[in-house]
């Protein structure tokens, strides 16, 4: 499983936890775990995509 797919499924998760709290079949703490769980992937993401991202602009200034 890719690193981006983990994020989606945290938030597909947060965001059935949610709906589940709506019509009252979840706890609030359940959403908050949920949510926080989601924003923890989203920023691991971001963080690998700024490495790659670093490393890449780092490649292309070698020389040849």
Avoid: H
Avoid at 35 to 46: F, G, H, N, P, R
């Amino acid at each position: 499983m890719r690193c981006g797919d983990i994020a989606v499924s945290a938030s597909k998760i947060a965001e059935k936890t949610m709906a589940a709290q709506v019509a009252g079949k979840a706890e609030l703490v359940d959403v908050v775990t949920a949510i926080s769980a989601a924003e923890a992937s989203l920023e691991t993401v971001m963080a690998v995509r700024d490495q790659v991202i670093s490393a890449y602009q780092e490649i292309m200034r070698m020389p040849i």
